[in-house]
């Protein structure tokens, strides 16, 4: 088995990034989870024009090596994983890619939408042999090559996808739980992960890190595998042969900002049906905005109008990194509303924070 340690340098070098153990086909199904991250997929490569990519993909990941290697079937690759849609054009950390060739072979110089082109990024290759007895990572690697196999593994516990080691839910039962080794995870189906001496709970932390040993079949569906238990024992922890992994750091994007809003700040006359939209300049996390937005009445109402403030619900559009508020009826007359974002909301991939920020604006009648 195989475990990857990072050489870094400074704060990033307290918590090291660890590497995902995936498929091709499975990057391109889930490339937001995968946006970002260190990837390793076994698949061969293929030129073209003096573009390298890997092949047999329904949709083109260029490598830009970092260090040159053939393109054997038999390879791992390794790198970076970005959806070349979800980057800025002047962003710093790619600045010396020749993406023009990518943009030239791939949407006729257009830079392309989300999840159309994707990149993996200071690239290197190994040798990746099956190993006969199949292993969490080679079937993280290669499904297909042990599908409907029977197989013991060996990993540790990580409940019901607690830690994100899966871009997907396998969704076949209230027990499924991920088992983990190195940088390969694979869902278990068909036991409640208890027996003699133990019994955890999918839904708790403090179950995750415990050995297990499973014996199963290997299924595979789309871009999904998963293993159909047949028996689940307690285990001890293998022993792992560590391979450092040096991971280049490169300069933060800057923190997001709110590039626009409808109404304006200071806007008047303001339908009281307004639905306020607040644009970001980066893709943000939607979950952060829970508990951070707020939305009031400034001063005084007038005699007989109901002091309190407007109900409203929201909604985060990923398509256009905007979000949107909606009053559940409408505004009072005349009155000035402000509309907050306070402490708290991230921007995707990276959690850097946005400063608070109001908008206040005044409707008509």
Same mark, same amino acid.
């Given at each position: 088995m195989v475990v990857c340690s990072a050489a870094l340098t400074g704060a990033a070098a307290a918590q090291a990034p660890s590497r995902i153990a995936t498929t091709p086909e499975a990057l391109i199904a889930a490339p937001v989870f995968f946006h970002g991250k260190q990837v390793v997929?076994?698949?061969?490569?293929?030129?073209?024009?003096?573009?390298?990519?890997?092949?047999?993909?329904?949709?083109?990941?260029?490598?830009?090596?970092?260090?040159?290697?053939?393109?054997?079937?038999?390879?791992?690759? +390794? @790198?970076?994983?970005? $959806? #070349?849609?979800?980057?800025? /054009?002047? *962003?710093?950390?790619?600045?010396?890619?020749?993406?023009?060739?990518?943009?030239?072979?791939?949407?006729?110089?257009?830079?392309?939408a989300r999840d159309r082109v994707f990149l993996i990024l200071n690239a290197t290759a190994a040798e990746s042999p099956l190993p006969p007895d199949a292993t969490i990572r080679a079937i993280a690697l290669a499904p297909e090559a042990y599908k409907d196999r029977t197989v013991t593994l060996v990993g540790r516990f990580r409940g019901a996808n607690l830690f994100g080691d899966l871009a997907q839910p396998v969704a076949k039962s209230r027990w499924d739980f991920v088992l983990q080794s190195a940088d390969g995870a694979v869902w278990v189906t068909g036991l409640?992960? +208890? @027996?003699?001496?133990? $019994? #955890?709970?999918?839904?708790? /932390?403090? *179950?995750?890190?415990?050995?297990?040993?499973?014996?199963?079949?290997?299924?595979?569906?789309?871009?999904?595998?998963?293993?159909?238990?047949?028996?689940?024992?307690?285990?001890?922890?293998?022993?792992?042969?560590?391979?450092?992994?040096?991971?280049?750091?490169?300069?933060?994007?800057?923190?997001?900002?709110?590039?626009?809003?409808?109404?304006?700040?200071?806007?008047?006359?303001?339908?009281?049906?307004?639905?306020?939209?607040?644009?970001?300049?980066?893709?943000?996390?939607?979950?952060?905005?829970?508990?951070?937005?707020?939305?009031?009445?400034?001063?005084?109402?007038?005699?007989?109008?109901?002091?309190?403030?407007?109900?409203f619900s929201f909604r985060y559009n990923e398509g256009n990194r905007a979000l949107e508020i909606k009053f559940t009826t409408p505004l009072d007359r005349f009155r000035q509303v402000r509309v907050e974002l306070g402490e708290g909301i991230q921007s995707a991939v990276d959690n850097q924070p946005l400063a608070p920020w109001s908008l206040t604006f005044t409707t008509g009648g």
């Open positions: 997929v076994r698949r061969g490569t293929v030129e073209d024009g003096g573009l390298v990519k890997l092949a047999s993909t329904a949709k083109p990941i260029f490598v830009f090596w970092k260090e040159r290697a053939s393109g054997a079937p038999d390879k791992e690759v +390794r @790198g970076e994983f970005w $959806d #070349l849609g979800r980057l800025e /054009r002047n *962003d710093p950390r790619f600045a010396t890619l020749d993406l023009a060739r990518v943009l030239d072979a791939a949407s006729q110089g257009q830079w392309p409640r992960p +208890r @027996g003699k001496g133990f $019994d #955890l709970d999918t839904g708790s /932390r403090v *179950d995750t890190g415990r050995w297990l040993q499973v014996t199963g079949t290997v299924r595979h569906d789309g871009t999904l595998p998963w293993i159909e238990a047949t028996a689940i024992a307690p285990a001890t922890a293998p022993t792992e042969t560590p391979v450092e992994v040096v991971v280049p750091q490169a300069p933060r994007q800057p923190a997001p900002q709110v590039i626009f809003s409808a109404p304006l700040t200071g806007e008047t006359d303001v339908e009281p049906t307004v639905t306020v939209r607040i644009q970001f300049s980066r893709d943000m996390d939607a979950a952060s905005f829970r508990g951070h937005v707020r939305a009031g009445y400034v001063g005084e109402p007038a005699r007989g109008a109901p002091a309190a403030a407007p109900a």
